[in-house]
């Protein structure tokens, strides 16, 4: 695998995504995601390539517990994304994937009826490596699917980690998947997903499950206004949908549209996106430093040592710092 | 003013504190707090003096909307917890001094029953800095008190910036005052803030508006609920309080005192007080760092012309921050 990349000029991928094509642009995701010195370079050169071509696509992160029935979800609704004339890329991020060899990337029946449609490119990503890198290869990956003409982006994750706060970072527009019941579903999304939230869709609401459906709504829909307060100008919502009974999809569909209709006049879209590459610009800067920092020789020795430390012993972590910090660029 | 402090041995001022001596403590805090670098190495040689002294303490973070009764619920509050038998130093954040010549500072009429009580010291401390320097400030204005003896540490700021962040840093108990009415109240408490919680305090339960509060109560345990999950075993409660009748404040010290019990039968006490050290050590080193990096004067120019792009340029956060890094580590 390795010659096959090196022996390609980062150009040879950037022609061919721009052109739309499939292969290339698998295999320079591929790069991206590589640990290899080598291939980074080559991925960064093709980021580089590509970084001129228009983005004027939507961005959907996706989350929601284990259960809650999110492949099948975006089964359904990206049927009705390619529908109305989009081409539609689906990003999995999996954190369990490095741990779990991927509940993801093991089930290959998921998504099989979509996967099967023309205009429809499904890329589940083994999250294992830190939040950072994580935001940094799905934001890239995103980069390149929009290069290779991909209008619509799926980010899909499990919302069980921490990789849903890099979602929310990189996509337009961010839907919670819950189930219905008690309110105790809750338990399981971790504090502060839900308020990230732009929409809660209740999902399997269809038969015995209907009524618990619309009874979760109100209460999720309570919850949701008392977190409420956003600069975008748009109110969070909260929908049923039945994936069973195609009920609910299309109507996600036009709130999404109507958001985007809606920040697009009000320059909330440009500004958000703006706002998210300052960011992701300082955490990277952030993340780096620091990877200078604690990947020192002596520094992991001096931390290895206070980590050691009983619960009872005091540290003094202001002064801590600046000796640490000092004793690092005085080398 | 300074050469009083300049001419005092950092011995002078351990001892004094040591032996309770608030003067000399409140000194050291102005030290603490201040710009002057010779005022902060004699600040630090103080705060290394002073750290080995016992901290068999109880921080508490209080924090709610202006006009929730907050300054009347701590002057209540406060004189149960030395009836207890407790030495009380109030610590009062004032995220808007810097502005407007402080809000607390200003009132003088502030908690005046309390403040003439012996065993209790309130220090309003104007927040003129970044958040890293008011948790900085605050930390070690809390381990100041502590060294003179006080043992009941009430940390009160404002529930609508950023300082509430700082204070569930260093407190081992976050306490939430809401006022009764509507469930639009909580539209004041920025995103997060409720999810900080321990306990929700609802004030002003006492004439026409006790049903009110009740069902406020109510609501908003609901909403607490629905947000908890914790690993100290507590679960967040919402109570009533009036200060005008005396109502319900012996109840949070109560409550407060189980939750003290709870979390030091279990370890979560200590264990959260390591984890906020440790937080506190890696945040400063970012924040060094992060420092050294944007005041660095090539880095200052470059970053000024990225944030001087129209909304509708493209940014490639990940390329940019790496081309700066090596910039300043080449320099």
Known sequence: MATIFNNRDPDFFIQGILNGDIVLLSRAITLVESNNEKHQLVAQK???????????????????????????????????????????????????????????????????????????????????????????????????????????????????GQSEVAVGKITDFFLLLMLAGAGDELQGIKRGIMEMADALVITKADGENLEKAKVARSEYAHAMHLLQGSESGWTARTTLSSSLNNYGISEVYSMINEYNTLVTANGYFLLKRREQQIDLFL????????????????????????????????????????ELVNLFFKK
């Open 46 to 160: 093709i980021i580089e390539g590509i970084a001129g071509a228009p983005r004027n696509s939507f961005r959907l992160g996706i989350t929601g517990v284990p259960g809650v029935g999110k492949s099948t979800f975006i089964e359904s609704f990206g049927k009705e994304v390619i529908g109305q004339g989009h081409k539609l890329a689906v990003l999995a991020i999996d954190p369990s994937s490095a741990k779990s060899k991927g509940s993801i990337l093991g089930d290959k029946t998921r998504m099989e009826e979509l996967s099967v449609q023309k205009n429809v490119f499904i890329r589940p990503s083994p999250s294992n490596g830190t939040l950072g890198g994580v935001t940094k290869t799905t934001y890239e990956t995103i980069l390149l699917c929009e290069a290779a003409g991909f209008d619509f982006i799926i980010v899909e994750t499990v919302g069980v």
């Open 283 to 322: 955490s990277a800067v952030n993340e780096q430093l620091t990877n200078k920092f604690y990947s020192d020789k002596v520094i992991k020795e001096k931390i290895k040592s206070i980590k050691n430390l009983n619960a009872d012993q005091n540290i003094q972590p202001f002064l801590l710092a600046k």
